[in-house]
Protein backbone atom coordinates (compact mmCIF):
# COMPACT_ATOMS: atom_id res chain seq x y z
CA UNK A 1 0.00 0.00 0.00
CA UNK A 2 1.46 3.66 -0.97
CA UNK A 3 0.05 6.26 0.24
CA UNK A 4 0.04 9.69 -1.52
CA UNK A 5 0.35 13.23 0.16
CA UNK A 6 0.47 17.07 -0.67
CA UNK A 7 2.50 19.48 1.19
CA UNK A 8 1.97 23.01 0.79
CA UNK A 9 5.65 23.94 1.36
CA UNK A 10 8.72 22.38 1.29
CA UNK A 11 9.02 23.28 5.61
CA UNK A 12 7.20 20.11 5.96
CA UNK A 13 9.86 17.88 4.57
CA UNK A 14 13.52 18.01 6.05
CA UNK A 15 16.10 18.50 3.27
CA UNK A 16 17.60 14.95 3.61
CA UNK A 17 14.22 13.09 3.51
CA UNK A 18 13.39 15.01 0.46
CA UNK A 19 16.93 14.91 -1.68
CA UNK A 20 17.08 10.59 -1.13
CA UNK A 21 14.55 10.64 -3.63
CA UNK A 22 15.58 14.10 -5.27
CA UNK A 23 19.08 13.14 -6.05
CA UNK A 24 20.47 9.38 -4.24
CA UNK A 25 23.60 9.62 -6.91
CA UNK A 26 25.03 12.00 -4.53
CA UNK A 27 25.41 9.25 -1.80
CA UNK A 28 28.81 8.95 -3.13
CA UNK A 29 29.05 12.54 -2.16
CA UNK A 30 29.23 13.92 -5.26
CA UNK A 31 26.99 16.14 -7.22
CA UNK A 32 23.32 15.91 -8.03
CA UNK A 33 22.51 15.16 -11.67
CA UNK A 34 21.28 18.80 -11.43
CA UNK A 35 20.72 21.23 -8.80
CA UNK A 36 16.85 22.18 -9.64
CA UNK A 37 14.82 19.27 -7.74
CA UNK A 38 16.90 19.10 -4.80
CA UNK A 39 15.59 20.90 -1.77
CA UNK A 40 17.75 23.97 -1.36
CA UNK A 41 16.65 25.08 -5.09
CA UNK A 42 12.94 24.62 -4.83
CA UNK A 43 12.93 26.01 -1.42
CA UNK A 44 14.87 28.88 -2.38
CA UNK A 45 12.16 29.78 -4.97
CA UNK A 46 9.62 29.52 -1.74
CA UNK A 47 11.32 31.29 0.62
CA UNK A 48 12.51 34.27 -1.37
CA UNK A 49 8.50 34.59 -2.59
CA UNK A 50 9.38 33.30 -5.98
CA UNK A 51 6.84 31.12 -6.17
CA UNK A 52 3.48 31.00 -3.49
CA UNK A 53 1.78 34.24 -2.55
CA UNK A 54 0.32 36.11 -6.29
CA UNK A 55 3.06 34.50 -8.10
CA UNK A 56 0.32 32.30 -9.72
CA UNK A 57 2.71 29.26 -8.80
CA UNK A 58 1.11 27.59 -5.44
CA UNK A 59 3.40 24.85 -4.39
CA UNK A 60 1.57 21.56 -3.89
CA UNK A 61 4.14 18.98 -3.74
CA UNK A 62 3.64 14.96 -3.70
CA UNK A 63 4.72 12.60 -1.23
CA UNK A 64 4.22 8.81 -1.69
CA UNK A 65 5.24 6.30 1.44
CA UNK A 66 5.39 2.95 2.13
CA UNK A 67 4.82 1.75 5.58
CA UNK A 68 6.26 4.92 6.89
CA UNK A 69 9.10 5.51 4.25
CA UNK A 70 9.13 7.77 1.92
CA UNK A 71 9.91 6.50 -1.42
CA UNK A 72 9.12 9.19 -4.18
CA UNK A 73 8.25 12.59 -4.20
CA UNK A 74 7.23 15.62 -7.23
CA UNK A 75 7.28 19.01 -7.22
CA UNK A 76 3.86 19.70 -7.79
CA UNK A 77 2.03 23.09 -8.29
CA UNK A 78 -1.00 24.83 -9.05
CA UNK A 79 -1.15 27.42 -12.02
CA UNK A 80 -3.01 30.35 -12.09
CA UNK A 81 -1.41 31.10 -15.68
CA UNK A 82 1.01 29.59 -17.69
CA UNK A 83 4.29 31.28 -17.49
CA UNK A 84 7.63 30.54 -16.70
CA UNK A 85 7.04 27.11 -18.32
CA UNK A 86 9.16 27.61 -21.84
CA UNK A 87 6.25 24.58 -23.04
CA UNK A 88 3.54 26.87 -24.09
CA UNK A 89 0.28 25.75 -23.98
CA UNK A 90 -1.38 29.34 -24.26
CA UNK A 91 -3.70 28.59 -27.44
CA UNK A 92 -4.76 25.13 -25.64
CA UNK A 93 -5.73 28.20 -22.85
CA UNK A 94 -7.46 29.94 -25.44
CA UNK A 95 -9.48 27.03 -27.32
CA UNK A 96 -10.52 26.09 -23.90
CA UNK A 97 -12.05 28.70 -22.41
CA UNK A 98 -13.19 30.15 -26.09
CA UNK A 99 -15.60 26.12 -25.41
CA UNK A 100 -16.61 27.47 -22.42
CA UNK A 101 -13.99 25.64 -20.36
CA UNK A 102 -12.23 27.11 -17.30
CA UNK A 103 -8.58 25.66 -17.65
CA UNK A 104 -6.84 27.80 -15.01
CA UNK A 105 -6.22 26.90 -12.69
CA UNK A 106 -3.98 23.92 -13.79
CA UNK A 107 -1.64 21.26 -11.70
CA UNK A 108 2.08 20.93 -13.50
CA UNK A 109 5.51 19.06 -12.14
CA UNK A 110 7.46 20.88 -13.05
CA UNK A 111 10.45 23.54 -11.68
CA UNK A 112 9.60 26.62 -12.08
CA UNK A 113 11.05 28.93 -14.85
CA UNK A 114 13.54 26.63 -15.44
CA UNK A 115 13.86 24.88 -18.75
CA UNK A 116 16.31 22.48 -18.12
CA UNK A 117 15.79 18.49 -18.88
CA UNK A 118 15.56 16.53 -15.45
CA UNK A 119 13.85 13.73 -13.77
CA UNK A 120 10.30 15.39 -12.49
CA UNK A 121 9.65 11.90 -10.86
CA UNK A 122 11.69 11.64 -7.68
CA UNK A 123 12.25 7.79 -6.44
CA UNK A 124 14.36 6.69 -4.25
CA UNK A 125 16.09 3.44 -6.17
CA UNK A 126 14.45 0.77 -6.92
CA UNK A 127 10.80 2.54 -6.69
CA UNK A 128 10.80 4.19 -10.21
CA UNK A 129 8.00 2.59 -11.71
CA UNK A 130 5.47 2.01 -8.44
CA UNK A 131 6.54 5.67 -7.01
CA UNK A 132 5.91 7.40 -10.93
CA UNK A 133 2.70 5.79 -11.08
CA UNK A 134 1.46 6.32 -7.37
CA UNK A 135 2.48 10.23 -8.36
CA UNK A 136 0.77 10.58 -11.87
CA UNK A 137 -2.39 8.88 -10.29
CA UNK A 138 -2.32 10.90 -7.44
CA UNK A 139 -1.86 14.07 -8.93
CA UNK A 140 -4.78 13.00 -11.86
CA UNK A 141 -6.59 12.15 -8.50
CA UNK A 142 -6.35 15.53 -7.20
CA UNK A 143 -7.05 17.44 -10.55
CA UNK A 144 -9.98 15.12 -11.06
CA UNK A 145 -11.74 15.71 -7.98
CA UNK A 146 -11.32 19.37 -7.72
CA UNK A 147 -12.59 19.95 -11.23
CA UNK A 148 -9.21 21.39 -12.58
CA UNK A 149 -8.53 20.87 -16.60
CA UNK A 150 -5.02 19.80 -16.50
CA UNK A 151 -1.75 18.14 -15.40
CA UNK A 152 1.17 18.70 -17.53
CA UNK A 153 4.80 17.35 -16.59
CA UNK A 154 7.37 19.64 -18.28
CA UNK A 155 11.30 18.96 -19.43
CA UNK A 156 10.97 15.05 -17.71
CA UNK A 157 13.14 12.64 -19.52
CA UNK A 158 12.68 10.06 -22.14
CA UNK A 159 12.41 7.38 -20.35
CA UNK A 160 9.81 9.39 -17.57
CA UNK A 161 7.75 10.25 -20.83
CA UNK A 162 7.60 7.01 -22.28
CA UNK A 163 6.54 5.50 -18.74
CA UNK A 164 4.08 8.34 -18.55
CA UNK A 165 2.65 7.71 -22.02
CA UNK A 166 1.68 4.46 -21.47
CA UNK A 167 -0.14 4.93 -18.39
CA UNK A 168 -2.11 7.44 -20.75
CA UNK A 169 -0.77 10.81 -21.09
CA UNK A 170 -0.22 12.51 -24.04
CA UNK A 171 3.59 13.12 -25.18
CA UNK A 172 5.06 16.25 -26.64
CA UNK A 173 7.99 17.03 -28.37
CA UNK A 174 10.23 20.03 -28.04
CA UNK A 175 13.87 21.42 -29.23
CA UNK A 176 16.63 23.00 -27.51
CA UNK A 177 20.48 23.43 -28.65
CA UNK A 178 23.01 21.43 -26.05
CA UNK A 179 26.68 20.90 -26.76
CA UNK A 180 28.43 18.14 -26.61
CA UNK A 181 31.52 17.08 -25.16
CA UNK A 182 33.40 14.85 -27.58
CA UNK A 183 36.55 14.32 -25.31
CA UNK A 184 37.99 17.39 -26.48
CA UNK A 185 41.55 18.30 -24.52
CA UNK A 186 41.09 22.15 -24.83
CA UNK A 187 38.80 25.01 -26.74
CA UNK A 188 41.23 24.47 -29.01
CA UNK A 189 40.12 20.42 -29.74
CA UNK A 190 36.79 21.90 -29.99
CA UNK A 191 37.69 24.22 -32.90
CA UNK A 192 39.39 21.72 -34.57
CA UNK A 193 36.24 19.93 -35.18
CA UNK A 194 34.60 22.11 -36.80
CA UNK A 195 34.50 23.36 -40.14
CA UNK A 196 37.19 26.04 -41.58
CA UNK A 197 34.68 28.58 -41.87
CA UNK A 198 33.34 28.30 -38.39
CA UNK A 199 36.30 28.23 -36.66
CA UNK A 200 37.39 31.42 -37.98
CA UNK A 201 34.01 32.83 -37.24
CA UNK A 202 34.30 32.25 -33.73
CA UNK A 203 38.07 32.99 -33.27
CA UNK A 204 36.95 36.05 -34.63
CA UNK A 205 33.70 37.07 -32.16
CA UNK A 206 35.74 35.61 -29.48
CA UNK A 207 38.96 38.34 -30.31
CA UNK A 208 35.97 40.77 -30.51
CA UNK A 209 34.14 40.18 -27.28
CA UNK A 210 37.61 39.79 -25.45
CA UNK A 211 38.19 43.42 -26.42
CA UNK A 212 35.63 45.14 -24.56
CA UNK A 213 37.88 46.44 -22.59
CA UNK A 214 37.94 44.34 -19.27
CA UNK A 215 38.29 41.39 -18.04
CA UNK A 216 36.40 38.10 -18.49
CA UNK A 217 36.37 35.62 -14.91
CA UNK A 218 34.48 32.69 -14.04
CA UNK A 219 33.47 32.32 -10.45
CA UNK A 220 32.01 29.41 -8.45
CA UNK A 221 31.32 28.04 -4.71
CA UNK A 222 33.19 31.02 -1.68
CA UNK A 223 34.13 33.00 -5.04
CA UNK A 224 31.25 34.40 -5.23
CA UNK A 225 30.47 37.58 -2.78
CA UNK A 226 26.98 39.56 -2.07
CA UNK A 227 28.35 42.40 -4.53
CA UNK A 228 28.29 39.58 -7.68
CA UNK A 229 24.86 39.10 -6.77
CA UNK A 230 23.96 42.83 -6.76
CA UNK A 231 25.45 42.88 -10.28
CA UNK A 232 23.61 39.60 -11.18
CA UNK A 233 20.62 41.20 -9.94
CA UNK A 234 20.76 44.18 -12.17
CA UNK A 235 21.71 42.10 -15.34
CA UNK A 236 18.51 39.90 -14.61
CA UNK A 237 16.34 43.10 -14.09
CA UNK A 238 17.42 44.31 -17.87
CA UNK A 239 16.79 41.05 -19.49
CA UNK A 240 13.43 39.90 -18.05
CA UNK A 241 12.32 43.82 -18.53
CA UNK A 242 12.65 43.42 -21.88
CA UNK A 243 11.73 39.67 -22.58
CA UNK A 244 9.20 39.09 -20.04
CA UNK A 245 7.93 42.66 -18.68
CA UNK A 246 8.08 41.71 -15.27
CA UNK A 247 10.94 39.25 -13.97
CA UNK A 248 10.13 36.15 -12.34
CA UNK A 249 12.39 35.83 -9.71
CA UNK A 250 13.01 38.11 -6.83
CA UNK A 251 15.71 40.01 -5.49
CA UNK A 252 15.21 37.74 -2.44
CA UNK A 253 15.83 34.61 -4.58
CA UNK A 254 19.48 35.86 -5.09
CA UNK A 255 20.48 36.68 -1.66
CA UNK A 256 19.01 32.56 -0.78
CA UNK A 257 21.21 31.63 -3.97
CA UNK A 258 24.16 33.75 -2.23
CA UNK A 259 23.48 31.52 0.99
CA UNK A 260 22.85 27.94 -0.40
CA UNK A 261 23.25 27.58 -3.81
CA UNK A 262 26.98 29.24 -3.91
CA UNK A 263 28.18 25.75 -4.80
CA UNK A 264 25.98 24.73 -7.33
CA UNK A 265 26.44 28.09 -9.04
CA UNK A 266 28.63 29.10 -11.80
CA UNK A 267 29.07 32.90 -12.47
CA UNK A 268 30.75 34.36 -15.84
CA UNK A 269 31.31 38.09 -15.50
CA UNK A 270 32.82 40.65 -17.74
CA UNK A 271 34.41 42.94 -15.41
CA UNK A 272 35.78 46.33 -16.53
CA UNK A 273 38.00 48.25 -13.82
CA UNK A 274 36.76 44.95 -10.96
CA UNK A 275 33.11 46.71 -11.96
CA UNK A 276 30.76 44.33 -13.40
CA UNK A 277 29.09 45.29 -16.43
CA UNK A 278 27.79 41.88 -18.01
CA UNK A 279 27.26 38.03 -16.88
CA UNK A 280 25.79 34.66 -17.08
CA UNK A 281 24.67 32.64 -14.25
CA UNK A 282 25.19 28.73 -14.70
CA UNK A 283 24.29 25.90 -12.55
CA UNK A 284 26.41 23.35 -12.42
CA UNK A 285 25.25 19.29 -12.40
CA UNK A 286 26.97 16.39 -12.16
CA UNK A 287 28.01 15.95 -15.44
CA UNK A 288 25.89 19.19 -17.31
CA UNK A 289 26.58 23.01 -17.35
CA UNK A 290 22.94 24.39 -17.25
CA UNK A 291 22.91 28.21 -18.61
CA UNK A 292 20.45 29.90 -16.80
CA UNK A 293 20.44 34.17 -17.16
CA UNK A 294 22.17 36.59 -19.05
CA UNK A 295 22.50 40.27 -18.48
CA UNK A 296 24.41 43.31 -19.90
CA UNK A 297 24.52 46.94 -18.19
CA UNK A 298 26.09 47.68 -21.52
CA UNK A 299 26.54 46.78 -24.95
CA UNK A 300 29.77 45.13 -26.80
CA UNK A 301 30.04 43.31 -30.17
CA UNK A 302 29.65 39.60 -29.30
CA UNK A 303 30.00 39.35 -25.66
CA UNK A 304 27.00 37.74 -25.94
CA UNK A 305 28.15 34.97 -27.17
CA UNK A 306 31.54 34.71 -24.90
CA UNK A 307 29.95 34.83 -21.61
CA UNK A 308 27.34 32.24 -22.54
CA UNK A 309 28.44 30.08 -25.15
CA UNK A 310 32.42 30.01 -25.46
CA UNK A 311 33.05 30.34 -21.78
CA UNK A 312 30.70 27.31 -21.06
CA UNK A 313 32.12 25.73 -23.01
CA UNK A 314 35.84 26.21 -21.91
CA UNK A 315 34.63 25.17 -17.95
CA UNK A 316 32.76 21.83 -19.32
CA UNK A 317 36.02 20.83 -21.20
CA UNK A 318 37.90 21.67 -18.09
CA UNK A 319 35.66 20.23 -15.73
CA UNK A 320 34.84 16.95 -17.57
CA UNK A 321 31.69 17.80 -17.99
CA UNK A 322 29.84 16.12 -20.88
CA UNK A 323 27.03 18.53 -22.16
CA UNK A 324 26.09 22.56 -22.01
CA UNK A 325 22.16 23.05 -22.35
CA UNK A 326 22.23 26.63 -22.93
CA UNK A 327 18.21 27.03 -22.14
CA UNK A 328 15.34 27.29 -24.31
CA UNK A 329 15.24 28.41 -27.87
CA UNK A 330 17.69 30.35 -30.09
CA UNK A 331 18.96 29.02 -33.14
CA UNK A 332 21.78 31.23 -33.51
CA UNK A 333 23.67 29.18 -31.08
CA UNK A 334 24.04 26.06 -33.58
CA UNK A 335 26.48 27.96 -35.21
CA UNK A 336 28.64 27.91 -32.23
CA UNK A 337 28.34 24.07 -31.76
CA UNK A 338 25.19 23.60 -29.93
CA UNK A 339 23.40 21.02 -31.63
CA UNK A 340 19.62 20.46 -31.74
CA UNK A 341 18.58 17.92 -29.09
CA UNK A 342 14.96 16.90 -28.23
CA UNK A 343 12.88 17.94 -25.00
CA UNK A 344 9.73 15.90 -23.64
CA UNK A 345 6.73 17.29 -21.32
CA UNK A 346 3.44 14.74 -21.11
CA UNK A 347 0.34 15.99 -20.50
CA UNK A 348 -3.85 14.94 -19.64
CA UNK A 349 -6.58 16.74 -20.17
CA UNK A 350 -9.94 16.35 -18.41
CA UNK A 351 -12.09 16.67 -21.37
CA UNK A 352 -11.81 13.96 -23.72
CA UNK A 353 -12.83 15.75 -26.42
CA UNK A 354 -10.53 18.48 -25.82
CA UNK A 355 -7.92 15.85 -25.30
CA UNK A 356 -8.49 14.12 -28.53
CA UNK A 357 -7.96 17.28 -30.42
CA UNK A 358 -4.63 18.18 -28.41
CA UNK A 359 -3.42 14.34 -29.18
CA UNK A 360 -3.75 14.71 -32.81
CA UNK A 361 -2.20 18.23 -32.33
CA UNK A 362 0.39 16.81 -31.14
CA UNK A 363 1.25 13.64 -33.30
CA UNK A 364 1.73 16.73 -35.90
CA UNK A 365 3.65 18.46 -33.90
CA UNK A 366 6.19 15.64 -32.82
CA UNK A 367 7.00 14.73 -36.34
CA UNK A 368 7.32 18.42 -37.34
CA UNK A 369 9.85 18.50 -34.44
CA UNK A 370 12.08 15.16 -35.74
CA UNK A 371 12.16 16.97 -38.98
CA UNK A 372 13.52 19.68 -37.65
CA UNK A 373 16.04 18.26 -35.67
CA UNK A 374 17.21 16.67 -38.78
CA UNK A 375 17.31 19.48 -40.80
CA UNK A 376 19.17 21.64 -38.33
CA UNK A 377 21.87 19.02 -37.38
CA UNK A 378 22.90 18.54 -40.91
CA UNK A 379 23.58 22.44 -40.84
CA UNK A 380 25.59 22.04 -38.18
CA UNK A 381 29.13 23.63 -37.91
CA UNK A 382 31.35 20.34 -37.79
CA UNK A 383 33.42 18.67 -40.11
CA UNK A 384 31.92 16.42 -41.75
CA UNK A 385 33.19 12.39 -40.70
CA UNK A 386 35.11 10.60 -42.95
CA UNK A 387 35.28 13.57 -45.74
CA UNK A 388 38.61 15.42 -46.64
CA UNK A 389 39.56 17.19 -43.73
CA UNK A 390 39.43 21.03 -43.57
CA UNK A 391 43.02 22.78 -44.23
CA UNK A 392 44.20 24.14 -41.17
CA UNK A 393 44.13 28.26 -40.54
Not at 317 to 341: D, N, T, W
Amino acid sequence: MLEVAVLGSLDAIPAAEWDACACPETADGGRPLDPFTTHRFLKALEDSGSVGGRSGWQPRHLTVRHQGALVAVAPLYAKGHSQGEYIFDHNWAHAYEQAGGRYYPKLQIAVPFTPATGRRFLTRPGWEAAGTEAILQGAVQIAESHGLSSLHVTFCTAAEAERAARMGLMQRSSQQFHWLNRGYGDFDGFLASLNSRKRKTIRKERATAQGFGGEIVRLSGDQITPAHWDAVWDFYQDTGARKWGTPYLTRAFFERAHETLRGDTLLVLALRGGVPVAGAVNFIGRDTLFGRYWGALEHHDCLHFEICYYQAIEHAIAAGLARVEAGAQGEHKLARGYLPAQTHSVHWVANDGFAAAIAEYLEAERAAVDEEIEILTAYGPFRRSGGEADPQD
